[in-house]
């Protein structure tokens, strides 16, 4: 275990960003300090948040000298540079360029959709997305299922997003497929390779429901 516990880890539990960084740690076996919020009762637009991201977002890491780091993959990134092994952002020109590519693909074409879908469709985002636009929330449905499909084609190739390792991509793919279900979208059961790809991060030890 990578003791960063004087690192602490402004934590929304169950959220999906917050999710990403809670399985990235656990892979990694760094042990930070959480602060927990809650944004159920939307404590992440309070004001000890509030001051350290004007963005009032989730996850947020303080640093010993008192550097504020949001954004996931710049949490991860970070992490990653300080405790190199197990690898996730690749080794060399080649690897690291794959993943940044797929990561990126997933989060913009694939993430995104799905957040959009849930946070514009379900009632108990309404004081998160301000004014809920339903049918903004409809169109992405179709376009987070195709984008879905081009995963199960590459999982049906390699056994995991990258190839023939685990690594952040997916994990950003895997809290997109989780959000799914609140966001009420429904994949084919023909995607048989996402499907068994996805209950294969779900039994890592590192995976946070
Ligand atoms: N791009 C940011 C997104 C962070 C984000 O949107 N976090 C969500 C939780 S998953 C949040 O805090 N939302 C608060 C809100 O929308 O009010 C990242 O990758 O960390």
Redesign the pocket.
């Known amino acids: 275990m990578h003791d960063a516990t004087d690192h602490i880890l402004f934590d929304?539990g169950r959220?999906?960003?917050?999710?990403?960084?809670a399985i990235f740690l656990a892979e990694k076996q760094i042990e930070v300090t959480k602060q927990p919020v809650d944004?159920g009762a939307?404590e992440?637009?309070a004001k000890t948040v509030a001051t350290l991201n004007p963005?009032?977002?989730?996850?947020l890491l303080k640093l010993p000298d008192g550097t504020v780091l949001?954004?996931?993959?710049?949490?991860c990134r970070y992490f990653e540079a300080l405790f190199p092994e197990p690898n996730l952002f690749g080794i060399g020109a080649k690897e690291m360029a794959q993943i940044e590519m797929w990561q990126r693909r997933i989060?913009l074409e694939f993430v995104f959709r799905v957040?959009q879908a849930f946070?514009h469709t379900h009632r108990a985002m309404a004081d998160?997305?301000v004014p809920q636009v339903p049918e903004w929330g409809e169109a992405n449905r179709p376009k987070a299922i195709k984008f879905a499909q081009l995963l199960n084609q590459r999982l049906a190739e390699y056994a995991y997003v990258c190839g023939d390792r685990f690594t952040v991509a997916d994990i950003t793919a895997i809290i997109g497929l989780d959000l799914s279900k609140p966001a009420k979208i429904i994949y084919p059961e023909e995607f048989e390779h996402l499907n068994g790809w996805a209950d294969r991060i779900r039994q890592r030890k590192s995976y946070v429901p």
Do not use: C, D, F, Y
């Open positions: 929304g959220a999906p960003n917050p999710r990403r960084v944004m939307l992440h637009k963005l009032m977002q989730l996850p949001t954004e996931s993959i710049a949490i989060e957040a946070r998160w997305e």
